[in-house]
């Protein structure tokens, strides 16, 4: 299906400012890039899920975001398809509609200014306990280490609006996960980048898959508080090149 075309008003067409023109062309590259993971590691199906960027302006003068177009398949994304817009939700460059979860996002990065990305997938071990209204417990390690404890769920919310951006932001205020199950939704995963939230939505669906294989085990046992502080803290500034 081809998306339509935006009626922003052309006095808003290519109104990126000049000192932001670079870290827009790159963010456009890196959203592009970026929806080829979502599909390389099976987080999303015909043209669902999203990818979005925040673009910093260092002046001060105001965020921009760069998200994928409703509706365009993955393999017709290229840098030049993506939409650029203001967190007002006004589009600034661009000439396909931007996704149905455009509002979403824009409101979880006027209210979250540490997020510099958001991912939405509707992959299918993740989504399957978004279903049931259910967080993933912090039953391994690997969960402790990226989640800092269970995969919380969010409230229903209709897509279209601010409502789903509202849920995000209330669920993972106060929160050390990157991830929300959405109820009856889907994933949604945020990050300091838009590399960062991809990695949360791979590492949310992982989870998801092995807790769900444990459990035709037999019941699963949560880790301590005490431990999941200890393996949260090791992996998030010792684990890895710093």
């Given at each position: 299906m081809t998306p339509r075309p935006?009626?922003?008003?052309?006095?808003?067409?290519?109104?990126?400012?000049?000192?932001?023109r670079d870290a827009v062309a790159a963010a456009r590259q890196d959203v592009t890039t970026l929806h080829g993971e979502l599909l390389r590691w099976g987080l999303v199906a015909w043209t669902a899920g999203n990818v979005s960027a925040r673009v910093?302006?260092?002046?001060?003068?105001?965020?921009?975001?760069?998200?994928?177009?409703?509706?365009?398949?993955y393999d017709d994304l290229t840098p030049d398809s993506m939409v650029v817009l203001d967190l007002d939700g006004n589009v600034l460059e661009g000439t396909l509609s931007p996704s149905s979860d455009t509002g979403s996002h824009l409101y979880v990065y006027r209210n979250l200014p540490d997020v510099?990305?958001?991912?939405?997938?509707?992959?299918?071990?993740?989504?399957?306990?978004?279903?049931?209204?259910e967080p993933v417990p912090c039953v391994l390690t690997a969960i402790a280490d990226e989640f800092g404890g269970e995969i919380p769920v969010g409230p229903f919310a209709l897509i279209g609006n601010e409502s789903i951006g509202a849920g995000i932001v209330d669920t993972l205020t106060g929160h050390r996960s990157p991830a929300v199950l959405m109820?009856?939704?889907?994933?949604f995963t945020i990050g300091a980048t838009a590399k960062a939230a991809v990695k949360a939505a791979v590492m949310c669906e992982d989870a998801a898959r092995a807790v769900h294989l444990a459990r035709q085990l037999g019941p699963v046992e949560p880790l301590r508080d005490e431990d999941i502080d200890i393996l949260y803290t090791r992996y998030q500034n010792v684990y890895g090149q710093h």
């Open positions: 935006t009626t922003t008003p052309d006095h808003l067409r290519d109104a990126v400012p000049g000192h932001l910093r302006d260092p002046r001060g003068e105001g965020d921009l975001a760069v998200i994928k177009p409703s509706g365009l398949a510099g990305g958001v991912v939405h997938t509707h992959s299918p071990y993740a989504t399957a306990w978004a279903a049931r209204r109820a009856s939704h889907g994933v």
